[in-house]
């Protein structure tokens, strides 16, 4: 019976285990974030695994251990004492629905109008202030900042600013 397992990757060679384990007729689910970068003023989104050295694959444990713990770029799969232990499939379910778009996860859309507030990133770093509204499908959102005695609106994406 076919089951899904989590399987511990070598560092960074996840791309690797999931080569070769499709490659073997096992299904893999690796998870990935958005994050959005900021270095020296310029903004990227980039992609990071939801769990770093993780993966999700579903396979017979009768059949496949052998083939999937002594394969290309896995370290081990994740056991309970000796055995591994399966994965329960609300939990690959619940992830997939907050999944946008195949395996991708965004952040979820936290704050509320008049939510304390403060930058992260950028020039306004450090500054706090009031969560306004969001701005249509932008991901940026709107923020009253008192800044020296002058109160001030600012637009930044959604992932610079924190609660208080």
Same mark, same amino acid.
């Given at each position: 019976?076919?089951? /899904?397992?989590? *399987? ?6 996840? %791309?690797? !285990? ?7 007729? $096992? ?5 990935? +974030? ?6 020296? &003023? #310029? ?12 993966? =999700? %694959?579903? =396979? ?9 713990? /002594?394969?290309? %770029? @896995?370290?081990?799969? @994740?056991? =309970? &004492?000796?055995?591994?232990? !399966?994965?329960?499939?609300?939990? *690959?379910?619940? $992830?997939? +629905?907050?999944?946008?778009? &195949?395996? @991708?996860?965004?952040? #979820? ?8 507030? !403060? *930058? ?10 009031? =969560?306004?509204? /969001? $701005? ?12 020296? %005695?002058?109160? !001030?609106? @600012? ?5 610079? #600013?924190?609660? *208080?």
């Amino acid at each position: 019976m076919e089951n /899904w397992y989590l *399987i511990r990757c070598k560092p960074r060679k996840e %791309g690797v !285990a999931i080569s070769y384990l499709r490659d073997k007729g $096992i299904e893999t689910y690796f998870p990935l +974030m958005e994050q959005l970068i900021v270095r020296n &003023g #310029a903004s990227a989104k980039t992609l990071k695994p939801l769990f770093p050295s993780y993966l =999700f %694959g579903k =396979f017979d444990l009768n059949e496949k251990y052998a083939l999937v713990q /002594w394969g290309r %770029g @896995v370290r081990q799969i @994740v056991s =309970f &004492g000796s055995y591994p232990l !399966a994965v329960p499939l609300y939990v *690959i379910e619940t $992830i997939r +629905m907050r999944a946008e778009g &195949g395996n @991708v996860i965004k952040k #979820a859309r936290r704050f509320r109008k008049g939510d304390q507030v !403060a *930058i992260t990133a950028g020039p306004f770093r450090n500054v706090t202030g009031i =969560f306004e509204h /969001w $701005i249509s499908d932008t991901e940026r959102i709107c923020i009253l900042l008192n800044c020296i %005695g002058y109160g !001030a609106r @600012v637009d930044v994406h959604y992932s610079l #600013a924190e609660h *208080i």
